[in-house]
């Protein structure tokens, strides 16, 4: 994740570590021309069978050491075209028995027309959930109870995620799987299970490396660039899991700040104003990077929690704190505007983005048509070598990302998956900041630009709900005008 959410992006942390096998049958030798027969007859030893409904809670579960077997099984398969196959297999062929659910649904139906008493219906319906579940959700299940067997699973979806990315496996059969595999990780890293922990430079090395190893939105330079997010005025804080006591998870950067600010450049790169914090310069707490440290925990709702916690931590250190916002990057905000760019240029004459006048500005800056010189300074960051080009673009650039951010949707939803995010968690997009990122990675993804998502927290209930029920989004006078200029000055 850059930036937590269903976008969001891990970078593997960890090399993946799987539970130590356990004595038993040995594992089919691996090897480069590795059978597809090899692949079915682990499966078949692997996967419990499902017991009859009547025995679901008398049958023994499975022996350690068949679940084992297929950790050690699945741990030597090196390359990512093997594990896709066997993950393949493993979702094609021990999923749900549809004629189970056949024959269940339509005894639910009968029994509904024959106005049986509620207990035999409930029971009937109960068989039909039961014949709904896939076998393979009783191997995660057992394994999930093997030494390290959590951290294998999390690891396993990664690499079905990855899988799936490039199209090395396909299908409803994957889709389902992972599906099933995500609601398990749900659960097991809900927020119960979860130990919100303070990094500071006296915390172990060994955390501190991995915390700069897994920043994915504002990459740490050196160690002293890792002791200022970690000193005076900033804050940073992880959740571990129980499982994996110490290990971060998701990890976010705080800055204390007088005001909300407007650029990442005073906070990742300027030095605080003392070495000791002085409370009454304290007023704002700005969430400037969120990040995932384990991709088969994409989608898994940590980032929320996260926050919520330490919003709540925040506050007993600091009662007076009054504002908590985001500085959030735009990832895609170029993209989508080359994108743009480079429809129109292919059909001559056609301008819907920049008025007459801003397009006469820009082509006398640049000596060249608007559409064509554009795509190459923004695919570049040259632009900002420029300062007229700077100038004559802060305009039209400032209203296409509010559009972007605002009216671009997927499924009447945030197109955006860092505007998404926050604002399923109730939050106000409340400003977009020009030249607010410097850096080549800011230039290059967001022209530059990034918005505060600002948290009101007696508003951030009702906001969410009106966001995921009636697909709203609450925005300051500052975005909504700036749509409003979009809409008058660009016709998409």
């Known amino acids: 994740m850059r930036a937590l959410g269903p976008g969001l992006k891990a970078r593997r942390l960890f090399p993946p570590r799987y539970p130590p096998r356990l004595p038993g049958p040995r594992a089919p030798r691996l090897c480069s021309g590795l059978t597809a027969g090899a692949m079915d007859e682990l499966l078949r030893r692997a996967v419990p069978p499902t017991p009859a409904y009547e025995l679901r809670e008398k049958t023994p579960a499975p022996a350690e050491g068949q679940c084992a077997d297929f950790v050690s099984f699945y741990g030597g398969l090196a390359e990512t075209a093997q594990r896709a196959e066997l993950l393949g297999r493993l979702a094609q062929g021990f999923g749900v028995d549809h004629g189970q659910v056949a024959e269940q649904s339509a005894g639910v139906l009968q029994l509904r027309q024959q106005s049986r008493e509620v207990a035999v219906l409930l029971q009937a319906e109960d068989r039909l959930r039961y014949a709904l579940v896939p076998r393979y959700r009783g191997l995660f299940h057992h394994i999930s109870k093997l030494d390290g067997g959590v951290r294998f699973l ?56 991995k915390i700069s190893e897994c920043e994915a939105v504002h990459p740490v330079k050196n160690w002293m660039d890792m002791k200022r997010r970690v000193g005076p005025y900033r804050r940073c804080y992880f959740f571990s899991h129980c499982s994996t006591p110490g290990e971060p998870l998701v990890v976010l950067h705080v800055a204390l700040t007088s005001d909300i600010s407007n650029n990442i450049q005073g906070i990742v790169k300027e030095c605080p104003p003392s070495e000791t914090e002085e409370r009454d310069r304290i007023s704002a707490a700005i969430f400037y990077s969120i990040s995932l440290t384990q991709q088969g925990l994409q989608g898994v709702e940590l980032g929320t929690f996260l926050i919520k916690r330490v919003v709540r931590e925040l506050q007993k250190e600091f009662p007076h704190l009054g504002a908590f916002s985001s500085l959030s990057p735009i990832p895609g905000f170029t993209k989508w505007l080359l994108g743009l760019l480079n429809v129109q240029g292919k059909e001559h004459g056609r301008n819907e983005l920049f008025t007459d006048s801003e397009c006469k500005e820009i082509s006398e800056v640049t000596g060249d048509p608007v559409h064509e010189s554009l795509k190459g300074f923004l695919s570049s960051g040259e632009w900002v070598k420029s300062e007229k080009l700077v100038q004559a673009l802060q305009g039209p650039l400032m209203r296409l990302c509010a559009w972007y951010l605002y009216g671009e949707k997927h499924r009447g939803y945030a197109l955006n998956p860092v505007a998404n995010f926050h604002l399923q968690n109730g939050a106000v997009m ?13 230039l290059t993804s967001s022209c530059g630009l990034m918005v505060n998502y600002r948290y009101y927290l007696e508003e951030t209930g009702p906001n969410s709900i009106n966001y995921l029920g009636s697909k709203s989004i609450k925005a300051s006078e500052q975005v909504l005008s700036l749509v409003a200029q979009f809409q008058k000055n660009s016709k998409l």
């Open 430 to 442: 409340w400003r977009i900041n020009w030249m607010a990122d410097s850096s080549l990675k800011g």
């Open 154 to 209: 999390v690891q396993l979806r990664a690499d079905l995620l990855e899988a799936q990315a490039l199209k090395l496996v396909e299908g409803p059969h994957v889709r389902e799987m992972n599906g099933v595999l995500k609601s398990m990780l749900s659960e097991w890293f809900s927020s119960g299970f979860l130990s919100l922990e303070r990094v500071t430079w006296h915390s172990p090395c060994e955390v501190l490396q």
